[in-house]
């Protein structure tokens, strides 16, 4: 992954979580002030993400992202290598500037890095349609494309774009499949 399209992803993570509404209730997952929607909502990260049956996680051709559909949620999130990278990448310990640059430097990095523990999701119930075509998957959710995701960039391509095919179809089947009727 290049550094521009990492920074890209980091930037978009971050930004969507310094606009959200704070969540008084974190551990209850999709933030419960917002109506999701086709923004989705943010939650901690799984990092263990169990999988149970019909789920299904898939990852981008480059490694960078991952996205899953499990039990009614589809989620969107940094992969664990990406998410190593960031962290090496933005680690302070060997910051020896104590100035005011080296503040700025120090809380820009901690800013990133806790935006790294977020996760996007989106309700199953709220995902009108999901398909394949053209070399992208198309969701629907609520009548919008998820923006996070139609308007994400990551090697060139559209995010929705860069999932090898055979794992875009499993990854549709898997949401209509289990979406409510």
Do not use: W
């Not at 310094?18 to 002030?33: K, V, W």
Request: hydrophobic share 35%; proline share 4%.
């Amino acid at each position: 992954m290049t550094r521009t399209a990492l920074v890209l992803v980091v930037s978009l993570l971050l930004a969507a979580a310094c606009g959200r509404r704070d969540n008084p209730n974190p551990d209850a997952g999709i933030n419960a002030d917002a109506n999701p929607g086709a923004n989705g909502g943010t939650s901690r990260r799984d990092t263990a993400l169990v999988l149970g049956p019909g789920d299904v996680k898939i990852v981008n051709e480059d490694s960078s992202v991952e996205m899953a559909v499990v039990g009614q949620r589809i989620i969107a999130r940094l992969s664990d290598k990406t998410m190593a990278k960031v962290r090496q990448e933005t680690d302070t310990s060997h910051l020896k500037d104590s100035g005011f640059g080296g503040s700025i430097e120090r809380m820009v990095k901690r800013t990133v890095q806790s935006a790294l523990g977020q996760q996007f999701e989106y309700p199953l119930r709220d995902v009108r349609d999901a398909r394949y075509e053209n070399g992208e998957i198309i969701l629907d959710v609520n009548g919008r494309q998820p923006r996070l995701l139609a308007n994400t960039k990551v090697g060139g391509k559209k995010l929705l774009e860069s999932f090898r095919p055979d794992d875009a179809r499993r990854f549709v089947a898997a949401v209509n499949a289990k979406k409510p009727q």
